[in-house]
């Protein structure tokens, strides 16, 4: 299993911006899926943002036009720049990982990391 670490969360007002990182214990992340995904209290975890093992970026509809992910293979470093942070954007912030898999499902991923939470209010 592939080792993360997140970081980068914290308190936030509305139309704020953050950006969360998530360090993998790989050498490169080809071949590998690295998803974000999101629990708010009472809710299911939900999917945020992904980049496939194609190279492709997906968004959640929710987030899309605010949200950015990104990866750098050279410190094996994934991130999720968020900018106008709404309060219904507060939930702890999860990173992970798949190898050759698809990317909008929480059971397709194998690897996850421990969660930073991301809270929005005024």
């Known amino acids: 299993q592939v080792q993360l670490v997140e970081s980068g969360g914290g308190l936030v007002q509305p139309g704020g911006s953050l950006r969360l990182s998530c360090a993998a214990s790989?050498?490169?992340?080809?071949?590998?899926?690295t998803g974000w995904f999101r629990q708010a209290p009472g809710k299911e975890r939900e999917f945020v943002a992904a980049?496939?093992?194609?190279?492709?970026?997906y968004y959640a509809d929710s987030v899309k036009g605010r949200f950015t992910i990104s990866r750098d293979n050279a410190k094996s470093t994934m991130y999720l720049q968020m900018n106008s942070l709404k309060p219904e954007d507060t939930a702890v912030y999860y990173c992970?990982?798949?190898?050759?898999?698809?990317?909008?499902?929480?059971?397709?991923?194998?690897?996850w990391g421990q969660g930073t939470q991301v809270s929005v209010s005024s």
């Open positions: 992970a990982t798949n190898y050759y898999n698809h990317y909008a499902i929480a059971t397709d991923y194998d690897s």
């Open positions: 790989l050498r490169t992340f080809s071949g590998y899926t």
């Open positions: 980049i496939s093992w194609t190279g492709n970026t």
